[in-house]
């Protein structure tokens, strides 16, 4: 993409995805190949069995728990480097 000219891109992190294994690995590889661009990051998809209804539309049970996950992620990837992986993993 930086070869077309690509300065800038939307991704989106996914707190039903963040209860899989190896999830912040996963995060982690995902924002540093994004390094090099402009990213803006949306948060999505709710955890089947943290949503009112089993779907990843719904909205969550508790929303200061997806409040939570974003406001780590917001710690972990901010600015240009990645904060200490402490922060997300005492928040998740």
Same mark, same amino acid.
């Given at each position: $993409?930086?070869? @077309?000219?690509?300065?800038?891109?939307?991704?989106?992190?996914?707190?039903?995805?963040?209860?899989?294994?190896?999830? @912040?690995?996963?995060?982690?590889?995902? $924002? %540093?190949? @994004? *390094?090099?661009?402009?990213?803006?990051?949306?948060?999505?998809?709710?955890?089947? /069995?943290?949503?009112?209804?089993? /779907? /990843?539309?719904?909205?969550?049970?508790?929303? %200061?728990?997806?409040? %939570?996950?974003?406001?780590? $992620?917001?710690?972990?990837?901010?600015?240009?480097?990645?904060?200490?992986?402490?922060? @997300? %993993?005492? *928040?998740?």
């Amino acid at each position: $993409m930086k070869r @077309l000219g690509v300065k800038h891109l939307r991704t989106g992190l996914s707190w039903a995805d963040s209860f899989r294994p190896n999830a @912040l690995e996963w995060f982690d590889r995902q $924002m %540093e190949a @994004l *390094a090099d661009f402009d990213v803006t990051v949306t948060f999505c998809f709710t955890p089947e /069995h943290r949503g009112i209804a089993p /779907h /990843h539309t719904s909205p969550p049970q508790v929303k %200061e728990e997806f409040a %939570e996950f974003c406001g780590a $992620m917001i710690r972990r990837y901010a600015g240009s480097t990645r904060a200490a992986p402490e922060l @997300l %993993e005492s *928040a998740v």
